[in-house]
């Protein structure tokens, strides 16, 4: 008997059927860790066993595979083989087979009807060449809470975007950051940047200086919880002296790296969480398929990447027991480069040519840029003038993001002709509250209030389909439920100041 879905999955998986019936046959679902994705995966590959089709299921690393065959066990589906040299539960026979990528490309390709693919944003060149060449009348599903990939839609056809970090937030699925920027933090101007990203050397000359070097430790010493802590490095060597400094503080700390064997990876996990240790100093072995109790994750990597950027702390927003929030130390300046990780999102696939001089989303709008408070350090979602840590009042200078507009701060905004929307785009923003009110299990009838506080008008001429919403939708529906909860909180002090009185 499988576990039953949530609402937010079980619309995942409606939303790919209906991408099947369009004829799709290159379909990525993205959602962020904590989104369930092996359950996701488990209704799918039951749906299809139920038609009569077998199902591969590729994973990224060797290390994930019998983790992947245990869940799926736990779940209820019990005829599976493993493709790996000599392993005991190898069955080319099972209707569900599981591999690692690695495996596959030494591999003939097995006879299925289903391909699932996970962190499918990797794009495999030797894979690629199988879906394209004897897999490419096979329905091939991606997942990924990060498929921005350069080119990625030039194969993919279809992105269903299951949830957002936000929302997983909102729904007590993942837990918000409490996001520091040190005093001391890579300078990027002084990074060489190499075919869209910096260079290992110029990123490792400068995390390694002294001034960062031991500003990591005091700044963790200062504001983190003192346990269970990721650091994130450029290479091993800089890994290895960022722990050292640590260790010379008197603060045990663990290591791992590619070279370090899965059970030797195991034994470390468990000394930090049983506090022997109070972290893990890492080279790319701790950003993807790892789902450890973290606290605190130290970012010592600069990237100009929006898929590292939001990957590494996703480790560290999964709910634990006693966790109220991440506390993220971003010495490598990414959020302030790149924006609040948790508010990366593109609602489509990229198209640029892979091999252009051009970026992922190339001209596109990014996220506004947050602000730093210089009292705690804090980094400030943009639009917000008090600091929520300290209660410092943040001055308004500059160009600022505030409730969807640009505003320069000192000057008087131009005032804007009024959009007149189509009745197409109206039932676009409809479908989009539709979406956010069964999907937040809201009281019925709370999307026609939304879209009447935003047109004036009823939706009494459009239909009741919900839709995933666009950013737009996104950002008004947000910006709503602020101005509800304010309004609560004014009328509840109202309501005590008139208690006290009488």
Known sequence: MLRPLRPL???????????????????????????????????????????????????????????????????GIRDIGIMQANHPLTDPLASVQIASIQTLLKRNLPDIDLIIIDEVHREWDGFNESLDGPWKDKIAIGMTATPWSKGLGLRWTKLIVAATIPQLISHGLLTPTVLYVPDESADRSALVVKQGEFTDASAAREMSQRRIVGNVVDTWKAYSTGEKTFMYCVNRDHAKAQREAFEDAGIPFGYIDAHVSVENRRREFEKMQYGDIAGISSVGCLIEGVDEDVRNIIMGQPTRSEIKHVQGPGRGIRTAPGKEHLRLF?????????????????????????????????????????KKCPICKVLIEPGQLICLRCGNAIRATGVEHTDGDLI??????????????????????????????????RKSGSAANRYRAKFGVWPNQLQKIPQRPTVEVEAFDRLETRKYVESKRKQSRANQAASLQS
């Open 330 to 370: 971003d010495h490598a300046g990414n959020n302030l480069a790149l924006g609040l990780f948790w508010e990366i999102y593109h609602d489509h696939l990229d198209t640029h040519d892979p091999t252009s001089r051009e970026s992922a989303y190339e001209g596109e709008k990014r996220p506004p840029k947050p």
């Open 9 to 75: 999955q079980a619309l995942a998986i409606d939303n790919l059927r209906q991408a099947i019936r369009e004829r799709h046959r290159r379909i990525i679902i993205q959602a962020p860790t904590g989104f369930g994705k092996t359950i996701t995966f488990t209704h799918i590959i039951q749906g299809a066993l139920n038609k009569g089709n077998r199902a591969l299921v590729c994973v990224p690393s060797i290390s994930l595979v019998e983790q992947t065959y245990r869940s799926f066990q736990a779940d």
């Open 408 to 441: 320069v701060y000192g000057t008087q905004p131009k005032k804007k002709a009024k959009r007149e929307y189509s009745m197409a785009e109206k039932q676009e923003w409809f479908s989009g509250l539709l979406y956010l009110e069964i999907e937040g299990d």
